[in-house]
């Protein structure tokens, strides 16, 4: 500090923030090529239903679904990542794989509609059993829990039929272990070589999640998540959790929540992967929340925390805000 001080006048750092200097040496830059905006497809809706506790977000009927992708590539977004609420719940999730079903469908619709968008599917089951929980639920040796190894074979069946479906990038949820190898194994025997593998590899058991519950109609009927999604305070483990994904095979590596976590992306992002952040739903309803009320700059405040993401590491962010962002940018 005493050294720092004792430069003074002749380091002067506000020579560089000088307006005509300062974009020159601007560090992180988001641009559209680094959005991916999450979308909610219902299978029971025929017009967009709003999503109360998301402003702004709606969840779509499988036949318009082709013209909210298609809006979005003419906004310069490249990318969604699709979520599907089905018509049929049952205790093993049987309608997540269905080749019929709401993200199968979505997956076909959007493609064809906008073939170069790159869509990426969430692998998880819990928008698709009736207890809410992400696999098969049994008996453990501390009472029920989701069972890890029977669960895998699910989400193969689930990876294989997004792929089918044209799904470029599958991203597993559900934060078993063993999963990656489990769907990187799956896809090569049924050709899909070419489909990438977005490891959810950080996943934090976190609060944040909360509006999600509402709009992806995936909360639980009993206990949470904590068995299988990693404790806010602990940063080793998280990256351990990556470098695991990246030794099965994964191609990215996502950290979520983004935002409260950027500390663990700036880890994961050494590891040599592309990484992910995901904005998740309480990270958009609390500016959401804010800016209604006056109390903060929407405009500002959105490009600011995706700004803050991007100089944490992160090649790409999944965001609510991306639509926005993108008219902004
Ligand atoms: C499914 C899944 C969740 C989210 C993404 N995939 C919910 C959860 O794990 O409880 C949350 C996304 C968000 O909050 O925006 N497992």
């Known amino acids: 500090m005493t050294v720092l001080l004792s430069i003074f006048p002749k380091r002067r750092m506000r020579r560089s923030r000088s307006r005509h200097i300062q974009p020159l040496l601007r560090e992180a830059t988001i641009t559209k090529n680094d959005l991916v905006a999450p979308l909610f ?22 036949s318009g679904i082709a013209e909210v992708a298609l809006g979005l ?31 199968q469908q979505a997956v076909r619709e959007v493609k064809k509609a906008v073939p170069e968008m790159v869509v990426i599917t969430d692998v998880c089951a819990c928008e698709y059993t009736d207890h809410g929980h992400c696999g098969i639920i049994g008996t453990s040796r501390y009472g029920t829990d989701l069972l890890n190894d029977p669960s895998l074979e699910l989400m193969n069946r689930i990876a294989v039929s997004h792929a089918k479906s044209g799904a470029d990038i599958v991203a597993p949820s559900c934060m078993l272990d063993g999963v990656v190898s489990s769907i990187r194994t799956a896809l090569d025997e049924e050709g899909f070589e070419e489909a990438l593998i977005m490891a ?16 992806a109609d995936s909360g639980f009927s009993f206990g949470d998540r904590s068995t299988y999604q990693i404790h806010p305070a602990n940063s080793r483990e998280a990256i351990l959790e990556s470098q695991l994904d990246a030794d099965e095979g994964a191609d990215i590596l996502m950290v979520k929540p983004g935002g409260f976590y950027l500390d663990i992306l700036a880890e994961v992002a050494l590891l040599g992967l592309p990484v992910a952040a995901y904005q998740v739903s309480g990270e958009y309803s609390m500016i959401k929340g804010a800016a209604a009320n006056g109390w903060l700059n929407e405009k500002d405040a ?21 639509a926005d962002a993108a008219r902004w940018l």
């Open 200 to 215: 959810y590899s950080t996943k934090f058991a976190s609060a944040f999640y909360g509006p999600f519950r509402e709009a």
């Open 302 to 322: 959105v490009l600011e925390s995706l700004n803050c993401i991007k100089r944490a590491g992160a090649d790409l962010i999944i965001t609510y805000f991306a």
């Open 73 to 103: 590539w003419n906004l310069g977004i490249r990318s969604v990542l699709l979520f599907g609420i089905p018509k049929h719940k049952d205790a093993v999730g049987t309608s997540a794989y269905d080749p019929e079903g709401v993200v």
């Open 41 to 62: 497809v219902d299978e029971l809706i025929t017009v967009p239903k709003p999503i109360a506790a998301m402003p702004g977000q709606f969840r779509y009927p499988i």
